[in-house]
């Protein structure tokens, strides 16, 4: 679904790589660590442009378990802007 594709696509400015997947876990990860789907509070055709401006899910201030915060930093290292820079 639109909430799961990587900006890249948006843009159609690169080749599909395993990077696409990457940024789709975060979105898996964030789907998980808050219980919704990510974009959950947009309609799906502003989706793309939110992606592409950089912009990602809301991230509300949920009492964290300090052992998980490990997984707020995977999740967004996996959801760069550049490809290059994700795992």
């Known amino acids: 679904t ?3 594709t990587a900006p890249e696509i ?3 400015k690169s080749l599909i790589t395993s990077k696409i997947d990457i940024y789709s876990f975060s ?9 919704e789907k990510p974009f959950d509070n947009l309609e799906d055709y502003y ?3 939110y992606v592409i401006q950089c912009k990602r899910p809301k ?4 009492k964290i378990d300090i052992k998980l915060l490990f ?11 550049d490809p290059d820079i994700r795992p």
């Not at 979105?27 to 808050?34: A, G, R, S």
């Not at 997984?71 to 802007?81: G, P, R, S």
Request: charged share 25%; proline share 3%.
């Open 71 to 81: 997984l707020l930093d995977i999740m967004k290292e996996c959801w760069d802007q």
């Open 47 to 49: 989706i793309p442009v």
């Open 59 to 62: 991230q509300t201030n949920k």
């Open 10 to 12: 948006f843009e159609e």
């Open 2 to 4: 639109l909430s799961y």
């Open 27 to 35: 979105m898996v990860i964030y789907e998980l660590f808050y219980k």
